[in-house]
């Protein structure tokens, strides 16, 4: 047996007798495993957590508050300068007419998320999901990343555990996993000097889950990181949620260079190869993590579809609006039907879910 069909058996041993990898057997699987060796793995472990053939999704939409930013990622499009001609921040009424149509065609989410705007008082923040809970009552708001959680923390001067008390109150239990990037301070201080450290994002989820919310992590891959970078955000995640148990879901996408400053550096999305290995990796060392979302989004319907294959067991959100990725030159849509029709095809029953993955209705 060769040395690299030995470690393969002696990590797969591991992985099916339930036992965790450690972050060299993470970077081995994600560099020198064949791709299908990998899925069949990842497989494995999705089916030990859930053996239904069932997929979920959830009937969701992404819309902005504001595109106002004074933090400039060198990985985004969407920001925009105060006195830009595009800038713009939108009042509680206009963000509310935005949920009422979604609601209408039914979202249970709502993933609203803006730019770093220093204009806002916490009082807007409060007053977004106070309303949303009031008027929506069947809509959950699933709002404001960790980095805008700090930014409300810096211009109110309250702590951020403060403010996560305060957002409380108003009605919101649950935070998106936005703003991680790459969880590593190497990388992060070369793509978004401004926009925290690991410690930092890491803090916001801990008190977050301290205080009862449930919280996803994301990740955005491909452009400066190493594989090494990779593994250590899965071991910073799964440390967390080894502390917290607060996580309910990891999802990964990869970076869009159009219309950025990072693409002096990066000119091309990542392929479905390198998310087909992530999505995989991911299922198998976050043994600790319920829920592993694929998207049709960012990688397209069909990379999205055979990503069921690789271990993921959530199609994340039919996104009714999206605007971060459009910045970048990026457009995708689809429609319930659609969402019903990748998961069948891929052979799962679909499921609609709520924000905490509760199940809604099977197909
Ligand atoms: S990613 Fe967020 S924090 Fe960074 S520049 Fe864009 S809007 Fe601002």
Redesign the pocket.
Known sequence: MSERAKVLKGVQEKVMAGQRIGPDEGLYLLQRTDLLDLASLANAVRFRLHPEKVVTFVVDTNPNYT?V?????L??A??RKPTDPDAYTRSVEEVMAKIEWAARQGATTVLL????NSDLPLDYYLDLVRTTRRRFPGVAPHFF?A??VREMARVSGLSVREVLEKLKEAGQHTLPG??AEILTDRVRRRI?P??GSVDEWVEVHRVAHQLGYKTTATMMYGHLETPEDIVQHLEVIRRLQDETDGFTAFIPWSFKPANTRLWKWVQEPAGPNQYLRIIALARVYLDNFPHIQASWFSEGKKTGQVALHFGADDLGGTLIEEN?HKAAGYVNTTTLDEVLLLIREAGFRPAQRTTLYEMLRYF
């Open positions: 595109n930013c004074e933090t400039g990622c990985f985004c969407f920001h998320q803006g730019g770093h990343s980095t805008e936005g703003g978004s401004k926009k971060v």
